[in-house]
């Protein structure tokens, strides 16, 4: 089961599947399609590898020395979780934080409205979880609470992928079943404006090839909790109390893209 986990899996499980997308940072919104928006941070992971992000959280209070849990590898980007690793007493973390570009921060500030697209690929190893299970946040420096989590939540035996609004009181948006997610690469749009009171919004979507399973927004609401800034996290970050979904597992992320509108 060991070599399920080391940077050899994409090869021989042929998830391999493509190249990374060209660096089109700083090219216009029109030449990409997106309208009003433009590329700030596109990163190739087989080129600027780890330092596409500013800090990276892997196994941060050594509950696992020696071992390396975060790879950049050619055309992707390998989050691994052993039931072994700690983050405190109780949870879980091996996660990347904020972006970089030419060495320097590429952070969200207050109004901005930006749009985050990558691609990713969820194995049956890794278990929704009546706690939390994080796989995508967007939080402020010094301000514990996230502004959003992708999370993946059980109910009984249903295993669902979901969008959590931290200050709207944790409201959900865009529920979906995570099971015919899995094993596969999967499309995700995440575009938010951040914005005090009720001048936030969110809008959220996952393709699975060419159907789309989400496409879920919300308006008039608060996602400015605090700081000076906002900015991503991507990786695993899970509560231990569900100890029986908790197995050995990655998370495999590739053409990673942020836009913000100017």
């Known amino acids: 089961m060991a070599n399920l986990f080391n940077r050899r899996t994409t090869l021989r499980a042929g998830v391999f599947a493509a190249a990374a997308a060209p660096m089109l940072t700083g090219m216009a919104s029109a030449d990409v399609g997106i309208t009003a ?5 596109n990163p190739d992971p087989g080129k600027d590898g780890l330092r596409a992000f500013v800090g990276v959280e892997d196994d941060r209070a050594d509950s696992h020395p020696g071992v390396t849990h975060i790879f950049a590898e050619p055309g992707q980007y390998r989050f691994v979780m052993h039931k072994s690793d700690r983050d405190g007493s109780d949870r879980q973390r091996q996660e990347v934080r904020a972006m970089s570009a030419n060495g320097s921060r590429v952070d969200m500030k207050k109004n901005e409205t ?5 691609q990713m690929f969820i194995p049956p190893s890794l278990k929704a979880t009546t706690s939390f299970t994080h796989i995508f946040q967007v939080k402020h ?4 609470s996230p502004v959003v989590t992708m999370s993946l939540n059980r109910s009984g035996s249903s295993e669902r992928v979901e969008m959590r609004m931290f200050g709207e009181g944790q409201a959900k948006l865009g529920v979906t079943d995570l099971v015919p997610l899995r094993n596969k690469w999967i499309d995700v749009e995440i575009e938010i404006k951040v914005a005090d009171g009720s001048g936030g919004r969110l809008r959220y979507s996952l393709k699975d090839g060419g159907t789309t399973v989400v496409n879920a927004s919300r308006t008039g609401i608060d996602t400015w909790l605090g ?21 050995d597992t990655y998370l495999l992320l590739r053409n990673m893209r942020a836009y913000r509108d100017e």
């Not at 928006?37 to 941070?41: E, I, K, M």
Request: aromatic residues 20%; proline residues 3%.
């Open 37 to 41: 928006f433009r590329l700030r941070w």
């Open 114 to 118: 930006w749009r985050y697209n990558y």
């Open 141 to 144: 420096t010094s301000v514990d």
């Open 227 to 247: 700081g000076d800034q906002a900015h991503p996290k991507w990786g695993i970050y899970r509560s231990l109390s569900d100890s029986g979904q908790l197995q």
